[in-house]
């Protein structure tokens, strides 16, 4: 132990060394004594747990100048709000498989609400602004970022583009400042990867709809006040959306138990039995099932953005864990393979920012395709998997322990790596793009397709 004579030394050696950030890290992070007793355990005092979150030490390109002044300070607050608020209690509620709603009324002082919708109470931020607070949530926990995607940018962003005026007015204020809970209803039990083919059915009746059928996964699904739902409508055999109001009759949301990912999020399999809703609640934006499209654009580049924050938040445990633990007389820091490993993770990174900054930008600039948000967001999973792993690796046994953060990363991001397109559909939607070629179909289904094309 250093006495604070030498410490207060060695900082103003690091800090004429080093920027102030690096001498920080050198020298190791004074907490209060609050915060250093919420960060250890008498059964293992050796290392701090995430209840105490580690500082930030993965910026290693200097990679937040490539920010706007309003960019950093929606990164700033969220990052502060994640960490002094999530941190603390979240592994207990993991373990538990339960939602920390006691966070979502705290979550409004951030004005992050609604992301990029402008009017209606939202905050109106850059696409940028919004990815930031997406990648700050998941750096501390994925679960809290997933909730946020999903009430933002799926049910809300819905809303917004494909509904109508007054439909986005007796919706979105109170989404926005989430009194009402948004969820996003497309998956079925049949129809997964091939979304499109959904089979949940819409019969048109005097003055709206019955709605039949069965849906999966839907995060926030079991407590959502708004659900978007896609069905088959019977006019035109098309896909339409509607919005369906907790507790309608006709309609029930079952939790599913037993995941190891993503354990707070609340998913569910949905029922429709012939639930009726007024024409009102019908989205006339939606046509098509192509129209998800103009949804799953934005949500795709928050959907790439989670995995750098993850990774993030796995490094910065695993850079103070190296150091707080010592084997052999010595911090594992200083071990030649504990090294590489770091390093490894370090520049996956900042290459995985740079993937997601580059598609951000291009979305903004109107011109991103749906080829490169697939690329960005498949490739981003491989690496932040292999970044979490690692990880997991460098903290021993501590790493498969959710209290030290890095196995909860590790498990949460199997399922960012499957949801909103699996890494092979969207690897494939961009080998379309690299060949021209599409492999998303069996050839026999492809061919036949061509076949009738050429005939018709
Ligand atoms: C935690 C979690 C949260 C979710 N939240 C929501 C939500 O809020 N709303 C919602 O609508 N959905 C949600 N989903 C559903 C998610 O989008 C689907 O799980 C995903 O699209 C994959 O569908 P599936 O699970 O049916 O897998 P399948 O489609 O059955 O795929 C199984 C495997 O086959 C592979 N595969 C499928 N087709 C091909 C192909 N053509 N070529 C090569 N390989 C292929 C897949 O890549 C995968 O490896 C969520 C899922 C999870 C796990």
Known sequence: MQSNTARD???????????????????????????????????????????????????????????????????????????SEIAPIITE?????????????????????????????????????????????????????????????????????????????????????????????????????????????????????LLDGQKRWIGNGTWADVVVVFARSSVDNQVNAFVVRKGAPGFTATKIDNKIALRCVQNADMLFERCFVPDSARLPGVASFSDTNKVLAISRIMVSWLPVGMAMGAYDMAARYLRERHQFGAPLASFQLMQEKLARMLGNVQAMFLMAWRLTKLAEAGSMSHEQASLVK???????????????????????????????????????????????VNVLVAGRGATGISAIKPASRANQRAKQQVQA
């Open 93 to 209: 509620y993991w373990e538990r498989a339960d939602f920390p709603f006691e966070l979502v009324p705290k979550m409004r002082s951030l004005n992050i609400g609604g992301g990029t919708i402008k009017g209606n109470g939202c905050a109106g931020l850059s696409i940028t602004g919004a990815a930031m607070a997406t990648l700050e949530l998941a750096r501390v926990d994925a679960s809290c970022a997933t909730f946020y995607l999903v009430h933002t940018f799926l049910a809300m962003l819905t809303i917004e583009l494909m509904g109508s005026e007054e439909q986005k007015r007796a919706l979105l204020p109170g989404m926005a400042s989430k009194e009402l809970a948004g969820c996003w209803a497309l998956t079925e039990p049949s129809n997964g990867s091939d979304a499109s083919a959904l089979t949940c059915r819409a019969t048109k009746v005097s003055g709206g709809w």
């Open 378 to 424: 498949a490739w981003n999973t491989l690496r932040g998997r292999e970044v979490v792993a690692l990880a997991r690796e460098v903290l021993g046994g501590n790493g498969v322990q959710a209290d030290f953060h890095v196995a909860k990363q590790f498990c949460d991001m199997e399922a960012i790596y499957t949801y909103e397109g699996t890494y092979e």
């Open 9 to 83: 030394r060695l900082a103003v050696l690091a800090g004429q060394l080093y920027s102030f950030d690096e001498a920080e890290l050198l020298i190791g992070r004074q907490p209060t004594a609050a915060a250093a007793s919420r960060g250890r355990t008498s059964a293992f005092p050796q290392a701090t747990t995430a209840a105490e979150f580690p500082a930030a030490v993965h910026d290693a390109l200097a990679l937040d100048g490539l920010l706007t002044a309003e960019e950093k300070e929606v990164r700033r607050r969220v990052r502060a709000f994640a960490e």
